[in-house]
């Protein structure tokens, strides 16, 4: 199959030359020790499929666990011990149903779900339901969201906005504040590309956010100021070309690079208030191959260490050394994990 042409190959560090950058190579090695954990999957030779992908988690109270199944169109509702109390949700286009459910977060006894066609349900806690309050939509796409004291923060894109980070009124309704740059390229076609993956994290007084494609971390105040970037210097990225396409115009070509794998950040999550773990996958050519890096960045100290999880787990929420994680291969399962590095030991 003959390529298109190369118009422009993408630079995908974009660094603010306002704010500190930290650039992160060669940091020092560890492991991840496990305790206290459970874990569901879903066995093959079992009739009942109780999920079919995890495809993100949120710790609720008193360590009760929502996992958002991603292939079913609904959120998995486990107490501490691993029991199913309920199921929240379904496919559909009404109120509390989902069609692209991309996160879900807890806080306050609100439970949020954000889908990528814009729409947001608020779910609460009445005695011991989890009930839907109402659903409201949105002119984004959205990738990820994170909440603060109450208040709820979207990582989106939309043709014309030159921001990705939006802050809602209480309403959920309306948009109250954006910033956050979106990626900076003159076509609109990489702008979007790259601009709509994306993943987003609140922690203490900080949001942080990330393009998956990309190796930078950028760290926002409360009042929306970039104020502090760290690069993963290690991170081998996709090939990302503008392209001539056979039929005229421009166009977005993404190709595993030469390596025969490519790195992606796959989410940021908060473990304290001025401590955050960025976790990058690595993705080979041969699918059946994969790779999970875990990096532990603290914002207030010089301090950072990487833990490499060989098993290939997938951490979605991570509070106070508990940790929700979750894996599609080689079945669903997930698991309530207490996470200590080498130096905790």
């Known amino acids: 199959m003959q390529q298109p042409d190369i118009i422009e190959e993408i630079d995908l560090l974009q660094l603010s030359d306002e704010v500190p950058t930290t650039h992160l190579s060669d940091l020092p090695g560890g492991s991840v020790s496990t305790a206290s954990k459970w874990g569901y999957s879903y066995d093959e030779q079992d009739d009942q499929v109780l999920f079919g992908e995890v495809s993100h988690m949120a710790l609720g109270k008193g360590r009760e666990l929502f996992v958002l199944d991603n292939t079913r169109n609904t959120i998995l509702h486990f107490d501490p011990e691993g029991n199913l109390l309920d199921e929240i949700g379904r496919e559909g286009e009404g109120p509390g149903e989902f069609r692209t459910p991309a996160a879900i977060q807890y806080e306050d006894e609100s439970l949020i779900v954000a889908e990528n066609n814009g729409r947001i349900h608020r779910f609460s806690r009445q005695t011991n339901e989890i009930v839907l309050d109402d659903t409201y939509q949105l002119d984004l796409h959205i990738d990820d969201l994170c909440l603060k004291n109450g208040e709820v923060y979207l990582m989106g894109f939309t043709s014309g906005n030159d921001h990705i980070i939006h802050k809602t009124e209480d309403n959920l309704q309306d948009i109250a504040s954006s910033f956050g740059s979106a990626f900076d390229h003159d076509e609109e076609a990489i702008v979007s590309d790259i601009s709509r993956r994306g993943s987003l994290e609140c922690t203490g007084s900080y949001v942080l ?89 603290y914002l207030s100290e010089d301090h950072y260490e990487v833990w490499e999880t060989a098993s290939g787990m997938l951490m979605f929420d991570f509070r106070k050394d508990e940790a929700a994680a979750g894996a599609n291969f080689p079945h669903p399962q997930f698991e309530l994990k207490k996470l200590k590095s080498n130096s905790e030991k």
């Open 209 to 297: 956010a990330a393009f998956e494609y990309g190796p930078v971390i950028s760290v926002y105040d409360s009042d929306g100021r970039k104020v502090q970037q760290f690069v993963l210097e290690d991170m081998t990225t996709m090939d990302i070309n503008l392209v001539e396409m056979p039929g005229g115009g421009p166009g977005v070509n993404v190709a595993v690079p030469e390596e025969g794998y490519y790195d992606r950040i796959n989410q940021i999550t908060a473990t304290d208030e001025d401590k955050f773990l960025v976790q990058t996958k690595r993705e080979y050519h041969d699918e059946e191959k994969a790779a999970i890096t875990q990096t532990h960045l």
